[in-house]
T-cell receptor, first 115, second 117 residues
């Protein structure tokens, strides 16, 4: 079945540091890929998405490129801020049959940014 | 963007009582809504998929008589935790699907923290 693997946290960075959170996936066909962010005590918010190979999703300074050859969708940001501290989830959505209705999540990566 | 409202945000109840959680899509019609459970510091686990006007599809291991789901309209789905016990304490999150299959995007509610004493 479909699966998503992302690096374990927590990731602790100083403000203005470069961020990379690795995400790789296993899926049949051509899934859509997503990054969601969860701030403390809140639900998930869609951060960015990519629906086909080589697409780059970007939002709020974050970006991720859909790499079919390496089955990856790594999240990057050039300069993190304290307000970016949150848990980040990589997810995929299949397109075949009922799988198209489901999101498969990675385990989440907690990011802590220190001033 | 699309807004999903979830209510209540936090509920504390005694063991044995039933708790209803509402999930509403505020500015769009959602034919499909999802219910997730999240344990502390863990990822989301899909509990069930709720389609308007039909019975919910539960994931393996989720008791349908324990977690009653009703999707009565295109903008409202409810999850009722029946006879709640302390082990049901968790963070419950709903989401609603917007768009066609090719652009499958789920928008999430803010979650409901359930504490069963």
């Amino acid at each position: 079945g479909d699966s998503v693997t992302q690096m374990e946290g927590p990731v602790t960075l100083s403000e203005e540091a470069f961020l990379t959170i690795n995400c790789t996936y296993t899926a049949t066909g051509y899934p859509s890929l997503f990054w969601y962010v969860q701030y403390p005590g809140e639900g998930l918010q869609l951060l960015l998405k990519a629906t086909k190979a080589d697409d780059k999703g970007s939002n709020k300074g974050f970006e991720a490129t859909y790499r079919k050859e390496t089955t990856s969708f790594h999240l990057e940001k050039g300069s993190v801020q304290v307000s970016d501290s949150a848990v980040y989830f990589c997810a995929l959505s299949g397109i075949s049959g009922n799988a198209g209705n489901m999101l498969t999540f990675g385990g989440g990566t907690r990011l802590m940014v220190k001033p | 963007g699309a807004v999903v409202s979830q209510h209540p945000s936090w509920v504390i109840c005694k063991s044995g009582t039933s708790v209803k959680i509402e999930c509403r899509s505020l500015d769009f019609q959602a034919t499909t809504m999802f219910w997730y459970r999240q344990f502390p510091k863990q990822s989301l686990m899909l509990m069930a998929t709720s389609n308007e006007g039909s019975k919910a599809t539960y994931e393996q291991g989720v008791e349908k008589d324990k977690f009653l789901i009703n999707h009565a309209s295109l903008t409202l789905s409810t999850l009722t935790v029946t006879s709640a016990h302390p082990e049901d304490s968790s963070f419950y999150i709903c989401s609603a699907k917007l768009g066609t299959l090719a652009k499958n995007i789920q928008y999430f509610g803010a979650g409901t923290r359930l504490s069963v004493l």
